[in-house]
Nanobody
């Protein structure tokens, strides 16, 4: 199993970014996918989850209405569209899959929201 995040960077408050997580080594279309983040000095925080077919999605209250999770099963990729970014969204963002009871994480991508 391999998960590779990309799309992070420096953005001003109010700006947008789209993160991608490219998956390989498993049948992507059969698994729910999640995004998490870890801000400096804080615990890792769950942000969003999408069901295997993409029909069901859930979000943490901290990002609801601003972030959108989606997936393209033909491309084995899950996305996180982040709008109206705030300085408190600054964190390393990770995608995760749980396969056969084991969690797999990507290496993370840094998002910095600052003027």
């Amino acid at each position: 199993v391999q998960l590779v995040e990309s799309g992070g960077g420096l953005v001003q408050p109010g700006g947008s970014l789209r993160l991608s997580c490219a998956a390989s080594g498993f049948t992507f279309s059969s698994y729910a996918m999640s995004w998490f983040r870890r801000a400096p000095g804080k615990e890792r925080e769950w942000i969003a989850v999408i069901a295997s077919a993409g029909s069901n999605k859930n979000y943490a209250d901290s990002v609801k209405g601003r972030f959108t999770i989606s997936r393209d099963n033909a491309k084995n990729t899950v996305y996180l569209q982040m709008n109206s970014l705030k300085p408190e969204d600054t964190a390393v963002y990770y995608c995760k899959v749980v396969r056969q009871g084991l969690p797999y994480w990507g290496q993370g991508t840094q998002v910095t929201v600052s003027s």
